[in-house]
């Protein structure tokens, strides 16, 4: 099994661990529900070097962007989400928000998304938004 240490902090395997229903972290085994997240599709966690997971997924309405914060993997379920993006009333980025990743590069918080248009739903195109704040549940 992989240790954070040997993801580098990015963890982009833990889908596909997770469908185990074991995952192996620094912390030792832990036992997890399978699904880890109810009515989440397209699972993304990053274990970021703030000693934090964070979590997004398509969220049933394909409405917004939601992300969750936890000390642990197990924690992550019970997190309140924050919804840190909502899909625009006309144009581009109106319809079909999902598939969302969250990435820290350079000190920024990016997260990559796809989406449709409000009038045109399958003019699916992938965006990005980015945010400098320490926090990506905070800031702009």
Do not use: C, K
Not at 51 to 60: D, I, L, R
Request: no cysteine; proline share 8%.
């Amino acid at each position: 099994m992989l240790t954070s240490s040997q993801t580098g902090g990015s963890l982009l395997l833990w889908a596909g661990l997770l469908a185990t229903g074991v995952v192996t972290y620094a912390a030792g085994p832990t036992a997890l529900a399978n699904p880890l997240i109810f009515e989440r599709a397209d699972p993304w966690i990053v274990h970021h070097r703030d000693g934090f997971f964070y979590f997004m997924g398509t969220v049933p309405e394909y409405d917004r962007l939601e992300l969750r914060r936890a000390r642990t993997l197990a924690e992550l379920p019970a997190a309140a989400p924050t919804t840190i993006w909502r899909q625009h009333a006309a144009g581009p980025m109106g319809s079909h928000i999902w598939a969302p990743e969250l990435h820290y590069i350079d000190g920024h918080w990016f997260v990559y998304f796809a989406a449709g248009g409000a009038e045109q739903v399958w003019d699916i195109r992938i965006y990005v938004l980015e945010n400098p704040s320490p926090d990506p549940r905070a800031g702009d």
